[in-house]
């Protein structure tokens, strides 16, 4: 069974910084992506950024280019989303996912390409 836990989330004042992990176990497949998506309440879930496991070709949405990296640990099969200068409006639920259909990140990924998914993990940005 495909697990996907994400740790790392929490109330963090603007311009600070939080650390996501994303911890994948339980697969077998050679060839994947795992994207973060977000979701701010009465909005709809949008995609972040994503790595590929199989070229390590990352993507990352307009509105978190410059802030945000993402990075993977092949041995670990963890991905880590580096957040820094965060804004009110990084507010949301995180979650991340896993892709063994559309294992590159050349463009903008989509959730329904996502068959696996994590329970998520609250950001907050306030003061």
């Known amino acids: 069974e495909v697990q996907l836990v994400e740790s790392g989330g929490g109330l963090v004042q603007p311009g600070g910084s939080l650390r996501l992990s994303c911890a994948a176990s339980?697969?077998?497949?050679?060839?994947?992506?795992i994207s973060w998506f977000r979701q701010a309440p009465g909005k709809e879930r949008e995609v972040v950024s994503c790595?590929?496991?199989?070229?390590?070709?990352?993507y990352y949405t307009d509105s978190v280019k410059g802030r945000f990296t993402i990075a993977n640990d092949n041995a670990k099969n963890t991905v880590y989303l580096q957040m820094n200068s965060l804004k009110p409006e990084d507010t949301a639920a995180y979650y991340c996912?896993?892709?063994?259909?559309?294992?590159?990140?050349?463009?903008?990924?989509?959730?329904?390409?996502?068959?696996?998914w994590g329970q998520g993990t609250q950001v907050t940005v306030s003061s």
């Open positions: 996912a896993l892709s063994s259909t559309h294992s590159l990140c050349w463009s903008r990924p989509f959730s329904y390409q996502y068959d696996y």
């Open positions: 339980g697969f077998t497949f050679d060839d994947y992506a």
């Open positions: 790595i590929s496991f199989s070229d390590d070709t990352t």
